[in-house]
């Protein structure tokens, strides 16, 4: 894990119409308020192809284009993932239960995956079930692309709300 996390930034749902609607859909859907929320710019690699993860250069540059992550935790050990758009269905699992198939990819399994690397680093037999809501751009190649960054971005929160509780 990262020593120096990205910073947090304290900000006010009621300020931001995409927060707003975030939270209510979240609400409406869960019952709850979210805990946090997370925001993955977009980027593009200016230089190179996605190979900065190997150890070559890249000049990334941001863009406008994000995706907004609602989060909360829940005592079931029952992971809820959801997004405000319809093509991608609702996945709902025990923590326990989790599997991905590598032959039958699935928008979700971005972050089952580095769900399963917490639990894996740090020897977590059971974490606590979270709840979780995305808000993505409405073009789907983008959606798909940014989901890669966004998984970055939720690790830190995810980290938080585990493993340091845990490490006490």
Not at 12 to 40: C, H, M, W
Not at 138 to 152: F, N
Request: net charge positive; glycine share 4%.
């Amino acid at each position: 894990m990262a020593t120096n996390p990205p910073p947090k930034l304290q900000v006010q749902s009621s300020e931001n119409d995409r927060l707003k609607r975030l939270k209510e859909t979240f609400i409406s859907k869960f019952g709850l308020a979210p805990v946090f929320y997370a925001r993955a710019l977009g980027q593009v690699n200016l230089i190179g192809e996605h190979i900065d993860y190997c150890g070559y250069a890249v000049l990334p540059m941001a863009i406008e284009q994000d995706i907004l992550t609602a989060v909360s935790l829940n005592k079931t050990q029952v992971i809820q993932l959801a997004n405000t758009n319809p093509l991608y269905p609702d996945f709902t699992s025990r923590i326990s239960d989790i599997h991905i198939d590598k032959t039958k990819p699935l928008w979700h399994y971005y972050f089952l995956c580095g769900l399963k690397g917490i639990q894996e680093h740090f020897s977590l037999a059971c974490p606590p079930g979270l709840t979780v809501l995305w808000m993505e751009p409405s073009r789907l190649a983008l959606a798909l692309q940014l989901e890669c960054h966004g998984v970055l971005c939720r690790a830190r929160h995810l980290w938080k709300l585990i493993i340091r509780p845990f490490q006490r």
